[in-house]
């Protein structure tokens, strides 16, 4: 069984910046590739960031491109996602997830998925 645990999130003004963290629960975490996702309410649950096991590639969603970075450390088992420039409609509790296999935008690539942490951004 792997748990992931978020931190990180919280109530901030729109121009602001947030780290979030990741923390997995074993050591074969450095052999998988990671990614985020958030959901706003009443949306569904979308794709932000990923990274490959490597932290030599990484994807974003065209929305947070430019303004969000993903990245990792295998040595603490963590992944992290780094905001700046925070809109309103960045607003979501923010999930890790672990990917198993394929696409690494598509939910069903993942298989294990942490709790999620509340990001919340006022104008």
């Known amino acids: 069984q792997v748990q992931l645990v978020e931190s990180g999130g919280g109530l901030v003004q729109a121009g602001d910046s947030l780290r979030l963290s990741c923390a997995a629960s074993?050591?074969?975490?450095?052999?998988?590739?990671m990614g985020w996702f958030r959901q706003a309410p009443g949306n569904e649950r979308e794709f932000v960031a990923a990274?490959?096991?490597?932290?030599?590639?990484?994807y974003y969603a065209d929305s947070v491109k430019g303004r969000f970075t993903i990245s990792r450390d295998n040595a603490k088992n963590s992944v992290y996602l780094q905001m700046n420039s925070l809109k309103p409609g960045d607003t979501a509790v923010y999930y890790c997830a672990r990917r198993r296999a394929g696409d690494y935008a598509l939910i069903s690539s993942y298989d294990y998925w942490g709790q999620g942490t509340q990001v919340s951004v006022s104008s």
């Open positions: 990274i490959s096991w490597t932290g030599g590639t990484t």
């Open positions: 074993r050591r074969t975490f450095s052999s998988y590739g």
